[in-house]
Every structure is written in structure tokens, then in C-alpha cells.
């Protein structure tokens, strides 16, 4: 898992690389909570996710929680466009 943020005028860009799964939960959260407190608005880039589980998922939840009207995901792959199908279909 590799998490970047790229600072940029007025928008901070997360980009998710790799897996998003529990084992690399403690690094989402620090990374996701960093981004969050700059109080920029997020743009989150997940189209280079390999896999994405339930904690992943949760993460995405908690930052548009926290981020209210602040964060946008711009960009998933196919792993997470599958998940999210999986999760809504059940």
C-alpha cells in the first residue's frame, strides 16, 4: 500500500496505490486523517487500488464523514468498482 498526498492550490490530492485492506489500516488512517486536517477540500484518487476490503471501505466512509462536503473521490478501478457493486448488491 502507498499513500501520496499532493499539495496544490487550493484542493489536496490522496492517491491509494496497492491494497486497501486491513493490514495496511494503520497507514490509511494516519494518511487520511493528515489530509483531513488541513482543512483543504480532498480529492481522493483510487484508481491505481488493487484490492479493497470492508476496512478500506470503512476508511472511504470515515474520511466522507469527517469530510462532509470536503472530499470527492475522483477516481476508482475496477477492484473497487467491483467491491462497491458487491456491497450494494447484498
Do not use: W
Not at 476496512?55 to 466522507?64: A, I, R, S
Not at 470536503?70 to 467491483?82: E, G, L
Request: glycine fraction near 8%; include cysteine.
Amino acid at each position: 500500500m502507498r499513500v501520496t498526498l499532493l499539495e496544490g492550490g487550493e484542493v489536496s490530492r490522496l492517491v491509494f496505490e496497492g491494497d486497501m485492506t486491513l493490514e495496511f489500516s494503520n497507514e490509511m488512517e494516519d494518511r487520511i486523517l493528515g489530509a483531513m486536517r488541513r482543512r483543504k477540500p480532498v480529492q481522493v484518487d483510487l484508481s491505481a487500488v488493487e484490492e479493497i476490503d470492508l476496512c478500506g471501505l470503512h476508511m472511504l466512509g470515515m474520511m466522507q464523514t469527517m469530510g462532509k462536503d470536503k472530499m470527492d473521490i475522483v477516481a476508482t478501478s475496477p477492484a473497487v468498482d467491483r467491491r462497491f457493486r458487491t456491497l450494494l448488491s447484498n
